[in-house]
């Protein structure tokens, strides 16, 4: 389409009125209330020289915006730094037109320029994604577990920034699933095995690469987020708007199983969940449903279920009565010539801790 400018921004540079710009474009169009103070942490301290952020304007009114996020990744042996595909919008008067393909085009040779060689994201617009050039996967699955204060996860449906549709849309599916799920309130007693503890504290980097290790061994092709010391202190130690809880489980000295959460909009997220087996699963989660079951209207975790390093977690989320909520589409283009057809084989992906809370999407 004529008359269109494609801008790809020097992100660690933007300035505020800029980025008050840039976010207020998505408040109006998601009826949200991010903060400028949000943007900031997400794109401009965290890797920010590797972040990409384009923009299309049409005689000077923002239109458009693509943003691509460095998340560090581990495939199989290998580390890398990839793109985690972000605020995909484009006006509806201009959809339908291309502007959007070119616009990523523009996205993903700034990604070539910093050496990224893949992007990834969850999206619902599979259809545009796929002319994209991405491949889609079915992946990635919410569980879902009532707590026992319904009254935060309703009150915040009802007071967060949103249409009335849409908040009279999220408590009657909230009710719903009270519904659906009223025996699981009570937290089932979990015997601990003798050599067991349950820590909350600080896990050390060492005993997490350990694990890391055995969890490769087992699954040598396995794709999961890298919990470089880096990215921890960065997301969960010194996030600026979200508190943490780090749990461990050990056995004699070996860490079984590992979680970050937080509450999150009314809910306890298990941001990430590692564990070897299902019973350092089933200790680790009733420890957290018994930690926040009062505090919490409802818990959450993404897993993907058709990854086997994740068996043992989905086991342990059906004992303490989690359900299957939704799944969301996970979508991967490779920008190497590698040809890495492992990238788009579902069971490769381990998604706990991929999507994450508090990001923009
Ligand atoms: C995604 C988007 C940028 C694509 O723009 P575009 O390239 O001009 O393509 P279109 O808007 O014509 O969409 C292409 C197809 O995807 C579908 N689609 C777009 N967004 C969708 C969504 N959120 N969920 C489901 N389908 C979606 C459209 O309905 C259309 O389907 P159709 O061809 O059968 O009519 C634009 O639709 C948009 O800004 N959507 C709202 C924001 C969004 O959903 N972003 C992705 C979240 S990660």
């Given at each position: 389409m004529d008359g269109i400018d494609y801008i790809s921004l020097d992100v660690p540079a933007i300035p505020a009125d800029q980025v008050n710009e840039l976010v207020a474009f998505h408040n109006s169009y998601y009826h949200t209330q991010r903060h400028s103070a949000q943007w900031i942490w997400q794109y401009q301290t965290h890797h920010a020289p590797k972040a990409v952020f384009t923009i299309a304007r049409n005689e000077g009114r923002l239109i458009a915006t693509q943003a691509m996020m460095p998340i560090p990744l581990r495939m199989g042996p290998v580390s890398i730094l990839s793109s985690k595909s972000e605020n995909t919008l484009l006006l509806p008067e201009y959809r339908g037109k291309g502007i959007m393909e070119s616009l990523y085009e523009v996205a993903v040779a700034e990604c070539g320029q910093k050496e990224i060689s893949l992007i990834w994201g969850f999206t619902e617009a599979v259809k545009a994604f796929r002319r994209f050039g991405f491949s889609v996967l079915p992946a990635a699955s919410f569980y879902r577990r009532i707590g026992r204060n319904p009254f935060v996860s309703l009150r915040h449906r009802l007071l967060k920034p949103a249409s009335v549709k849409q908040k009279v849309a999220s408590a009657a599916g909230y009710v719903l699933s009270l519904f659906k799920n009223w025996r699981a309130a009570p937290t089932p007693h979990v015997e601990r095995l003798p050599g067991y503890r349950?820590?909350?504290?600080?896990?050390?980097?060492?005993?997490?690469?350990r694990f890391k290790?055995?969890?490769?061994?087992?699954?040598?092709?396995l794709i999961s987020l890298e919990l470089d010391s880096d990215y921890v202190e960065w997301r969960i130690r010194s996030h600026p708007f979200l508190k943490y809880t780090e749990y461990q489980v050990v056995w004699n000295k070996t860490l079984k199983a590992y979680a970050f959460v937080t509450q999150f909009q009314g809910t306890a997220s298990v941001s990430e969940l590692g564990a070897e087996g299902e019973y350092d699963a089933t200790l680790l989660l009733a420890r957290i449903l018994e930690d926040y079951g009062n505090r919490c209207g409802e818990f959450s975790i993404?897993?993907?279920p058709g990854c086997p390093a994740a068996l043992g977690i989905v086991?342990?989320?059906?004992?303490?009565?989690?359900?299957?909520s939704d799944a969301w589409n996970l979508v991967v283009r490779d920008l190497s010539n590698d040809h890495r057809s492992h990238l788009s084989d579902l069971s490769n992906w381990n998604t706990s801790a991929l999507w994450t809370e508090g990001y923009s999407m």
């Amino acid at each position: 389409m004529d008359g269109i400018d494609y801008i790809s921004l020097d992100v660690p540079a933007i300035p505020a009125d800029q980025v008050n710009e840039l976010v207020a474009f998505h408040n109006s169009y998601y009826h949200t209330q991010r903060h400028s103070a949000q943007w900031i942490w997400q794109y401009q301290t965290h890797h920010a020289p590797k972040a990409v952020f384009t923009i299309a304007r049409n005689e000077g009114r923002l239109i458009a915006t693509q943003a691509m996020m460095p998340i560090p990744l581990r495939m199989g042996p290998v580390s890398i730094l990839s793109s985690k595909s972000e605020n995909t919008l484009l006006l509806p008067e201009y959809r339908g037109k291309g502007i959007m393909e070119s616009l990523y085009e523009v996205a993903v040779a700034e990604c070539g320029q910093k050496e990224i060689s893949l992007i990834w994201g969850f999206t619902e617009a599979v259809k545009a994604f796929r002319r994209f050039g991405f491949s889609v996967l079915p992946a990635a699955s919410f569980y879902r577990r009532i707590g026992r204060n319904p009254f935060v996860s309703l009150r915040h449906r009802l007071l967060k920034p949103a249409s009335v549709k849409q908040k009279v849309a999220s408590a009657a599916g909230y009710v719903l699933s009270l519904f659906k799920n009223w025996r699981a309130a009570p937290t089932p007693h979990v015997e601990r095995l003798p050599g067991y503890r349950i820590l909350q504290h600080r896990i050390d980097p060492r005993d997490l690469g350990r694990f890391k290790a055995r969890s490769r061994q087992l699954f040598p092709q396995l794709i999961s987020l890298e919990l470089d010391s880096d990215y921890v202190e960065w997301r969960i130690r010194s996030h600026p708007f979200l508190k943490y809880t780090e749990y461990q489980v050990v056995w004699n000295k070996t860490l079984k199983a590992y979680a970050f959460v937080t509450q999150f909009q009314g809910t306890a997220s298990v941001s990430e969940l590692g564990a070897e087996g299902e019973y350092d699963a089933t200790l680790l989660l009733a420890r957290i449903l018994e930690d926040y079951g009062n505090r919490c209207g409802e818990f959450s975790i993404m897993v993907n279920p058709g990854c086997p390093a994740a068996l043992g977690i989905v086991a342990a989320l059906r004992v303490l009565g989690f359900r299957f909520s939704d799944a969301w589409n996970l979508v991967v283009r490779d920008l190497s010539n590698d040809h890495r057809s492992h990238l788009s084989d579902l069971s490769n992906w381990n998604t706990s801790a991929l999507w994450t809370e508090g990001y923009s999407m």
